[in-house]
């Protein structure tokens, strides 16, 4: 649960970031720019331990991991501008759901039933803070990051069935490499060349994603992938308090009353994890 609720942390801070990137630079140029960064940001450790210690057992699963993941990154940052933090974040929450569904069906890992209405509540609490958009100019953008949702939950599958056999910096250094590979063709459309200021944000963005990559990772490695997906809902209390502070985005009477649903959902699930024998 500690991996998972610190990489919840992590990613609010990058998404934060990445979205005031996306304001002056186009965002599929800044998705590969990211993921660029992060792998710079991983060579020092790649070298130190050399490229043998980095040669996966088994290429196909981290090339379809890279395709599954950039596939879910082209809807995300084309929406990212557009829409505040928390209603990113929010409907990011779609993902567990997928994932818990994937967990039970391909992984065939045991769902009890505390993680279903978990997640189902946590759901509900999604859906009343992104249904006021829905009707709204931000409407297809909603839309937009909500298609990224399966996409980044068959990502993570693939990341979950990696870890029986590569380690969680193995698996953060190959998603970096892929990743900025499959969406370089897309960030030459529109390319312009940062600044300074912006460059050594980017590096902040790379440092940043590959920290939160591989805390998640470990949360994969250590407990059912299901398992983790209760206190991914706290990250809306993160996103909502950035947006804030960076944006000064006010959080709406459906945002308030939806946080308070997915927070009662993530301290619940907590306390019944908490609470159960060891395995």
Known sequence: MIWAITAGIVFSLLNTQMRVLTLQIDPFQTQFLRYLAGLV?????VFRAGLMAFRPNGLSGQLWRGVVHTGGLLFWFAALPHLPIADTTAIGFT????????AAVVLREPVVVARWIAALVGFAGVMIVVYPTLSAVGGIWSLAMLASSPLFAASFLITKALTRRD????????QSLTVSLFTLPFALIHWQWPT???WALFLVCGALGS????ALTN?????????TQG???LDLIWAALLGFLVFDDHPSATTLAGGLVIFGATVWIARREASRPPA
């Open 211 to 214: 920290a939160g990559h591989w």
């Open 95 to 102: 993902t567990p759901i997928f994932i818990m569904i994937g």
């Open 167 to 174: 380690s969680s910096v193995v698996i953060v250094v190959w």
């Open 231 to 233: 206190v991914r809902f």
């Open 219 to 227: 949360a994969y490695r250590l407990a059912d992938i299901s398992a």
């Open 41 to 45: 940001v991983l060579l020092p450790l």
């Open 196 to 198: 300074p200021v912006q």
